[in-house]
C-alpha cells in the first residue's frame, strides 16, 4: 500500500533524524511536494526510494528542507544595539572571553558577521564563535566562505574591505583570520544535546518555521545552555510571547536575558 504524507515524514525521520511533526505542516508539505514534482517522481514511496539509492538526491532533499536565507548584519538596527549595548553589557558580566553559539547558522554569515564585530572590541585571537546546522551543504558553503554582492549590502563597509577580497565582479572571499575564529559543527535542534555555559546565544529566523511546541521546547533548552544573565538574540518577526514563562526577561527588542 503507498505511503501517505504521515507514512513518508516517518520514512524521513528514519532515513535523517528530521521530525516533520516539528514543522508547520502545510508549509513544508507545500515544499516537499514542489520538490517531489521538480524531480519528475510520482508519489512518496518511489521518492524514498530514489532517497535510499541516490546520494545527490538525498543531499538535495536535506538541503531543500532546511530554510537557508542568510545575510551579514541582517537588520542593521540590531546589530548596533549588538554594538553599543548588549556587547559592552557581557563583557560587563563575563569577561571579554565570551562563548558564543550561532545556532542555525545557515551558510555562515552570522557568525562570521560576531566575530567581526567582536574585532572591533579584541584581538581575533580572543574570539571563538561555535556554529551549527543541521544541513551538511550550508556548512561546507560556510566553510568555503564565498559570498555574492547581495548578501553583503547591509555590511559595514569597513568590515567588507578589512576582510573580504573581491572575486570576479560580483564574489567576495572571507579572509582565513575571520575563518579560523568559527567552528562549524552539524547539530539538529530538535534531538541533538546543546553547548552548555554561553554567554550568548544567537538564533534568528529560522523559529518560525516550526510549531509553537517545538519552539518552547527549543527555547527552554537555550535557556539551560545559557548561564545566568546570559543573551539569547532572536529574530525580527519572533518576539518571545510571556518569556517569563520560558525562563528569559525582555531586555531589548530581540534580546533575552536568562532569569
Not at 518555521?209 to 546570559?230: H, P, Q, W
Request: net charge positive; glycine share 4%.
Amino acid at each position: 500500500m503507498a505511503i501517505d504524507y504521515e507514512g513518508f515524514k516517518g520514512q524521513v525521520f528514519q532515513l535523517t533524524k528530521i521530525d516533520l511533526n516539528a514543522y508547520k505542516e502545510r508549509q513544508m508539505k507545500r515544499r516537499i511536494d514542489a520538490l517531489i514534482s521538480k524531480r519528475g517522481v510520482k508519489n512518496y514511496d518511489d521518492y524514498v526510494k530514489l532517497l535510499r539509492s541516490d546520494k545527490v538526491a538525498f543531499e538535495e532533499f536535506v538541503n531543500y528542507l532546511t530554510i537557508n536565507v542568510s545575510e551579514f548584519y541582517r537588520n542593521p538596527e540590531q546589530w548596533t544595539l549588538l554594538e553599543r549595548e548588549i556587547f559592552p553589557y557581557l563583557f560587563d558580566k563575563f569577561g571579554k572571553r565570551l562563548k558564543i553559539w550561532s545556532a542555525a547558522c545557515s551558510t555562515g554569515d552570522e557568525p562570521y558577521s560576531l566575530v567581526m564585530l567582536l574585532s572591533k572590541f579584541m584581538p581575533l585571537s580572543n574570539i571563538k564563535v561555535i556554529a551549527t546546522d543541521i544541513d551538511k551543504q550550508v556548512l561546507d558553503k560556510a566553510r568555503m566562505g564565498l559570498y555574492n554582492d547581495k548578501s553583503l549590502k547591509a555590511l559595514p563597509q569597513e568590515f567588507v574591505k578589512e576582510y573580504f577580497t573581491k572575486i570576479g565582479d560580483k564574489s567576495y572571499q572571507i579572509s582565513d583570520k575571520i575563518k579560523s575564529c568559527v567552528e562549524f559543527k552539524q547539530h539538529n535542534l530538535l534531538k541533538d544535546s546543546y553547548p552548555t555555559n554561553c554567554d550568548m546565544i544567537i538564533c534568528r529566523n529560522v523559529l518560525i518555521y516550526f510549531t509553537e511546541e517545538a519552539k518552547d521546547d527549543i527555547y527552554r533548552k537555550f535557556n539551560s545552555s545559557l548561564k545566568k544573565d546570559g543573551i539569547l538574540f532572536v529574530g525580527s518577526t519572533e518576539q518571545i510571547i510571556q518569556p517569563q514563562n520560558l525562563g528569559y526577561e525582555s531586555k531589548r527588542s530581540f534580546f533575552y536575558k536568562k532569569i
